[in-house]
C-alpha cells in the first residue's frame, strides 16, 4: 500500500508559477512510475506528466507540454509538478497517482491516488 499526500497548491495570479509535491509513505516511490493529473469542475481528470520509475523519461500533457516540469526525488520520496506561465485554464484540483506499469496518460494505469491539491490561477 502506498499513501500518497499532495501540497503545494494555490491561489496564483496568470503567468505565475507554483511546485507541487507528492510525498508518499508505505513504500518506496522508486518502485512506481508516477503522474500528475488534474481536473477542474464538470470535467474529466486530465492527464498532466508522468515521469519513469528512475526519472529518465518523461511525457505530458498537451496542454502543459513546455510549461510544466515533472521530477522526483527518490531518496526523498517524493515528486513534483513545477508549473510555470500559469494560465487561469489550469485552475483545477491536481492528483498524484502512482503506477506499478510503464507510465501511461490513462487513469486506469494508476492504482494508488492522493487526495489532491487546488491550484487556482487569475486573470
Known amino acids: 500500500q502506498v499513501q500518497l499526500v499532495e501540497s503545494g497548491g494555490g491561489l496564483v495570479q496568470a503567468g505565475g508559477s507554483l511546485r507541487l509535491s507528492c510525498a508518499a509513505s508505505g513504500r518506496t516511490l522508486s518502485g512506481y512510475s508516477m503522474g500528475w493529473f488534474r481536473q477542474a469542475p464538470g470535467k474529466e481528470r486530465e492527464f498532466a506528466a508522468a515521469i519513469s520509475r528512475g526519472g529518465g523519461m518523461d511525457e505530458y500533457g498537451d496542454s502543459v507540454k513546455g510549461r510544466f516540469t515533472i521530477s522526483r526525488d527518490n531518496t526523498k520520496n517524493t515528486v513534483y509538478l513545477q508549473m510555470n506561465n500559469l494560465r487561469p485554464e489550469d485552475t483545477a484540483v491536481y492528483y498524484c497517482?502512482?503506477?506499478?506499469?510503464?507510465?501511461?496518460?490513462?487513469?486506469?494505469?494508476?492504482?494508488?491516488w492522493g487526495q489532491g491539491t487546488q491550484v487556482t490561477v487569475s486573470s
Open positions: 497517482a502512482a503506477s506499478s506499469l510503464v507510465f501511461s496518460h490513462s487513469t486506469a494505469s494508476y492504482k494508488y
